[in-house]
C-alpha cells in the first residue's frame, strides 16, 4: 500500500531502514572474512555489533509506534551491497582488496546515512521526540563509523600498488575520451 500520510511514509522508510540493517548483519561478516588489514577488521567487525544495536532500536519504535517490526525489502541497499561483493570478490591485491571493502563499506555508511537523516527529520515533524532522539543515536554512530572508514583509508589507500606507468596512461585516456 502506498503512504497517503507522512505518518505512512515515515513508517514505510523504518521498515525499508529494518531491512537494509538486516541486510548489512548478513552481509558484514563475508565482508570481515575478506579483509587483511586488522585494524579495517576490529573496525567493521565493531560496527557489525553496532549494527545489531540499530536493528533493535527500530524495533523499540515500531514498538512504541504501535507498528509491527516489518522489513520492506530495501532494493537500494541490495545493489550497494552486490555490487560491492561482486568487485572485492575479483580482487587479488590485499592492499587493493581493502580499499575496495572501504569504499564499499563508506557507500553503505552514506546510504544509511541519508535514510537515518530523513527518518530522523519525519519522527520530529510527528512530534516523535523519543523516536527522533532513537534516530539520532544511529545517525551519529554511522557518521562516527564512516569517520573512522576515512581515517583507516588514509593508510590502506596509500598500501595499494599505484599502478604501472602504462595503466596510468590508459586510464588517463579513458578520462579524456
Ligand atoms: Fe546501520
Known amino acids: 500500500m502506498k503512504p ?28 570481515i572474512a575478506e579483509v587483511t588489514s586488522t585494524d579495517l577488521k576490529d573496525a567493521l567487525t565493531e560496527h557489525l555489533e553496532v549494527t545489531k544495536t540499530q536493528a533493535s532500536r527500530l524495533e523499540q ?3 512504541s509506534s504501535g507498528e509491527k ?15 560491492g561483493s561482486d568487485l572485492i570478490r575479483e580482487i587479488e591485491d590485499e592492499n587493493v582488496r581493502d580499499a575496495a571493502i572501504i ?3 563508506q557507500r553503505v555508511e552514506h546510504y544509511e546515512m541519508a535514510g537515518y537523516g530523513t527518518a530522523r527529520n519525519y519522527a520530529s515533524l510527528l512530534e516523535d521526540d523519543n523516536a527522533a532522539q532513537l534516530l ?23 598500501s595499494a600498488p599505484i599502478g ?7 586510464s588517463t585516456r579513458k578520462r579524456v575520451a
Open 164 to 170: 604501472t606507468e602504462s595503466e596510468k596512461r590508459t
Open 61 to 63: 519504535i515500531f514498538e
Open 69 to 83: 517490526a516489518k522489513a520492506e525489502k530495501c532494493k537500494g541497499m541490495q545493489g550497494v551491497i552486490q555490487e
Open 103 to 105: 569504499a564499499s563499506a
Open 136 to 158: 539520532q543515536e544511529t545517525l551519529d554512530e554511522e557518521k562516527e563509523a564512516d569517520a573512522k572508514l576515512t581515517a583507516l583509508a588514509e593508510d590502506i589507500n596509500v
Open 4 to 31: 497517503n500520510s507522512l505518518q505512512e511514509l515515515y513508517i514505510e522508510q523504518l521498515q525499508d531502514l529494518y531491512d537494509a540493517e538486516h541486510q548489512i548483519i548478513k552481509a558484514l561478516p563475508k565482508m
